[in-house]
């Protein structure tokens, strides 16, 4: 049994928040820069060139990449063998409290959905727990905008739909979103398991390295073909034509019912921060 | 093509404004988003003054991120401009001029852009470290219990936009891509 205290989450998990929210992964940075290059719309060429531009002032100035720092969503892997000295939970909600506050982070939390007194703090997060064997903690943020997040759908296909079905419902999510989830974008498919897995599997997507395609062979290649056609929609960066739509399509998948096939889709901007600690 | 615009705009100023022109915007505009707008609307629909007057006034929909000492102002982005949809055709009868967000408009609000003599703008989504450097001022005038969703009246230098929607109907996000596709199959 290993001992992790909870000052050292709080510790951590306020680091995560302010660095997630001030630089960008390297694959992903390499995918803008990249798209700046290609793309052969002028003014989708321009916006991309802004982009990269805005990702230099932040890093340098230290202001947020994005205005909306958002919603802190925390993936946590805790190995059985750790014994955690302290309330998890409420020492990753105290991490993200302090990283927002002290972070100058925007607090975008309402309390109720309806009645929506903002938090102030922006707490709670919402957190994703698994349990693994091992001695070791780690911790994945993905502070997630809703600009993008309001445009994510989730289809309960029919088997019968199959691999056509799954693309039709990916290529019809990223044009509904069009210009409102800020493209160009990153896709995070959830394939399988029932109406929640697949969301969080969606979400799960996002966070993987955008170099790195699915294990299975079948699915990277769905993940290459996607990638191909919805960058053949024109809806470019900004919404405002061009070739760059998506940077990334990334799947994950998780077996599911004889009777279903849940296709879930979460649309990311460029903006698609996640930062991954081990404790 | 590309236009300097001062703000308040003048309607004689919007009429010149065409959907595709990339414009820059210097002097007064005000931020308002989801919170402060449900507020004015419901102020308006009871015939209660607002902290704000509108005519000829440009409103950017933005809740920045918090300053740091000696900024100005934080991330200072735009958020999606749908979610206005349901406020800003009373705010347009009103007076208001101009509307900067990002992504499209109800089919109402933009009968109320053409209605109003009114345009609605594009500020790059995603780049509001970069936008930052182009506010002087921000000063909170009204809401200030609503946190980054307080109305600022910010003085902005050279602000960048693009046209989208103009007051003769024109549309860029109902032609651009179009437009895209057209030029590059054609080669």
Known sequence: MRTIYANEIIDTLKEMCI??????????????????????????????????????????????????????????????????????????????????????????VVKDPLLRENTKDNTPAIIHYDIVPGDRLELLIAPKGFGSENMSKLYMLKPADGVEGVKDAVIRTVKEAGPNACPPMVVGVGLGGDFEKSAILAKTALTRNTNEHSALPHIAALEEELLDELNQLGIGPGGLGGRTTVLAVNIETYPTHIAGLPVAVNICCHVNRHVKRVL | MERQIEAPISKEQVKELRAGDYVYITGTIYTARDAAHKRMYEAMQKGEEIPLDLKDNIIYYLGPTPAREGQVIGSAGPTTSSRMDKYAPLLMQRGLSGMIGKGKRSPEVLSAIRENTCVY???????????????????????????????????????PAIVIADCEGGNLYETAVADYLNAHNNE
Do not use: W
Not at chain 1, 25 to 33: K, N, Q, Y
Not at chain 1, 44 to 59: P, T, W, Y
Not at chain 2, 127 to 138: D, M, P, T
């Open chain 1, 19 to 108: 660095e997630a929210n001030l630089q960008l992964s390297a694959d992903m940075v390499d995918r803008i820069h990249g798209a700046a290059e290609t793309e052969d719309s002028e003014l989708g060429a321009k916006i991309l060139s802004q982009l990269c531009d805005n990702m230099e002032i932040a890093k340098r100035e230290q202001i947020p990449i994005c205005q909306d720092t958002g919603m802190a969503i925390v993936f946590v892997r805790l190995g059985q063998d750790v014994h955690v000295e302290g309330n998890l939970t409420e020492a990753i909600n105290e991490g993200v409290r302090q990283g927002y506050t002290e972070g100058y982070l925007r607090k975008s």
């Open chain 2, 121 to 159: 703008l594009a500020a790059v989504g995603g780049a509001g470290a970069l936008l930052s450097k182009c506010i002087q001022e921000a000063e909170v005038i009204a809401y200030e219990d609503l946190g980054t969703e307080a109305i600022r009246r910010l003085r902005v230098e050279n602000l």
